[in-house]
């Protein structure tokens, strides 16, 4: 419980904050000119942010998906001393909820260290929020996709007994050759391999000046490209596809602005037969997305563009490089990411939503809320951190038991479905999911 000496102010958006040493919260939309500049600003301040973090990932989920930000900045001694980005997702079938974020594969809140009494203020805080915006929004949970700093000391199940997932990271600190002499003996052939099969690599650049050693493709032709072997990919997988325009509108935000690129595999004939898409973000890369044709698996084309992209981003001076989820016991996947030399890491995941302990659920009245975060008023918090839990996730992007049950049942259905049937299916399911 949080102590008596914490006062609570109510933000633009009519939630509460709780806090000592003053911490105040503040509503940010990051998807406007000027509230994505100031998200960002702050953001980059921090040594965790990723791509997931930046404005413009948020623009292209509230676009494509129609998801509401529920971003904030709280700030402590009048310094921004966390960022909380939430999107809340609605849908008919799958209920409403917040996630931090949807389609993300780590984007946890990003809390400034302090020491030990202050920084359990903090933690303390961000917390509250999680717990504020639940219950003011009405959403029956809230996943928070890494993180764990917040989570401290309050979660039901550790980490490791409720995470299914690692993730992978990169240090590039040093030259490329550097780098390439902690790849495994099985990375390294591969890209040999690919090499003597005479695959060639093209980037995405709408830029007049040379990518180096790279084909260049345009974006457009580069993203139409990829979706080619994703939706085959994903097929393969049991997956539905996410749709064109959402790759579309990647384009738009994020790589036509310097902010990631497409990297394909290409024949001597210039046909595309492996590619993955890399966000970047101040000095942070994340791999999210990789496709394939199974037939050209034999001449390695996902070694080949795993490698030549590490260089790229070496070049360019970004400092780490994710690669991602992985389920834990997808042991093919891992064995592929920490043959580059990545560092594998834990990747929790939590919820937070009401006590099953509780007599009753609580739901914020216009008592509570009804103050703006500009009133001198402070009000005590009717949202209790007794009366929420915070529990570990083991499985993503799923909001119920529902979603479970068509998850595993469509999975062996997309994978006998025509293209355009599988299309279809993913244009209808993706606003559904997250």
């Known amino acids: 419980m949080i102590s008596s000496v914490i ?19 503040d509503a940010v939309d990051p998807v406007s000119s000027v509230g994505g500049q100031r998200w960002d600003d702050a953001v980059s301040r921090f040594v965790g942010c990723t791509p997931f973090h930046s404005s413009a990932w948020a623009r292209v989920l509230a676009s494509t998906y129609g998801h509401v930000p529920r971003y904030s900045l709280l700030r402590m001694g009048g310094e921004v001393a966390a960022c909380i980005p939430v999107m809340e997702v609605s849908s008919n079938w799958t209920g409403r909820r917040g996630v931090s974020l949807p389609f993300s594969d780590l984007c946890g809140p990003l809390v400034k260290a302090f020491g030990v009494s202050k920084g359990g203020d903090l933690r303390e805080a961000v917390t509250q929020r999680f717990v504020d915006l639940s219950a003011y ?37 040093e030259p490329y050759e550097a780098t390439e002499s902690h790849f495994s003996g099985a990375a390294r052939r591969g890209v040999r391999k690919a090499a003597a099969a005479g695959l060639r690599v093209s980037i995405s650049s709408d830029s007049s000046s040379s990518p180096g050693p790279y084909i260049r493709r345009s974006h457009s032709a580069a993203v139409e490209a990829y979706y080619y072997l994703h939706q085959r990919t994903r097929r393969r997988h049991g997956l539905p596809p996410q749709s064109l325009t959402f790759f579309r509108r990647v384009i738009a935000e994020m790589t036509s602005k310097e902010s990631g690129f497409v990297m394909l595999a290409e024949t001597p ?122 529990t570990a996730v083991r499985e993503a992007g799923v909001s119920s038991d529902f979603g479970l049950t068509l998850r595993r049942l469509c999975k062996s259905c997309l994978q006998r479905f025509p293209l355009f049937a599988h299309r279809i299916a993913g244009r209808f399911m993706y606003p559904h999911l997250d």
């Open 7 to 25: 006062d609570e102010q109510q933000t633009d958006d009519g939630c509460s904050v709780k806090n000592a040493m003053t911490v105040t919260a």
């Open 137 to 173: 929004h009405r959403w029956k949970y809230c996943e928070i996709r890494g993180g764990d700093i917040a989570m401290e000391g309050k979660v039901s199940a550790s980490p490791s007994e409720g995470s299914t997932f690692v993730g992978h990271v990169l240090t590039l600190d």
């Open 269 to 390: 004939s210039g046909d595309p037969v492996a590619g993955a898409v890399f966000f970047e973000f101040r000095g942070s890369a994340v791999f999210k997305f990789g496709a394939s044709l199974s037939d050209s698996w034999g001449g390695r084309p996902n070694n080949l563009v795993m490698a030549e992209a590490i260089r790229f981003l070496t070049e360019r001076g970004v400092r780490t490089l994710h690669f991602g989820r992985t389920e834990l016991a997808n042991q093919g996947l891992r064995r592929f990411k920490l043959g580059w030399g990545a560092k594998e890491i834990p990747l929790p995941y939590f919820r937070v939503h009401p006590s099953s302990k509780s007599p009753s659920s609580p739901i914020a009245t216009d008592e509570s809320v009804g103050v703006s975060s500009r009133s001198a008023t402070h009000l005590r918090s009717q949202h209790s951190l007794q009366r929420w839990e915070i």
